[in-house]
């Protein structure tokens, strides 16, 4: 079973900024789609980015539109989350996602912790 493997998440001030990374523990594993969702404490799980493999196509969440950027590399087979301008609303459990196509997730990583501090 191929897993998701996030980093890059942290301790960060308000405004600041991370790069969560993720890579399949695979190197031949492909999907069309890879995103991000995340988790905040007492909250349910919400969508945060998607892109697809061809990297034409980008989605984002209204809350993180111009602060957040998804890009991949396909050469490495990684997936990325460029974040900025991180409020402490930002605050939460970070997953990467893997599927056939946007809006169908098939793979789920372990989460990386994201906590900003006013």
């Known amino acids: 079973q191929v897993q998701l493997v996030e980093s890059g998440g942290g301790l960060v001030q308000a405004g600041g900024s991370l790069r969560l990374s993720c890579a399949p523990s695979e190197r031949t594993f492909r999907s069309d789609a890879m995103g991000w969702f995340r988790q905040a404490p007492g909250k349910e799980r919400e969508f945060v980015a998607a892109?697809?493999?061809?990297?034409?196509?980008?989605y984002y969440a209204d809350t993180v539109k111009g602060r957040f950027t998804i890009f991949r590399d396909n050469a490495k087979n990684t997936v990325y989350l460029q974040t900025s301008s991180l409020k402490p609303e930002d605050t939460a459990v970070y997953y990467c996602?893997?599927?056939?196509?946007?809006?169908?997730?098939?793979?789920w990583g372990q989460g990386t912790q994201v906590t900003v501090s006013s």
């Open positions: 996602v893997a599927g056939v196509h946007v809006g169908r997730w098939d793979y």
């Open positions: 892109i697809t493999w061809s990297g034409g196509n980008h």
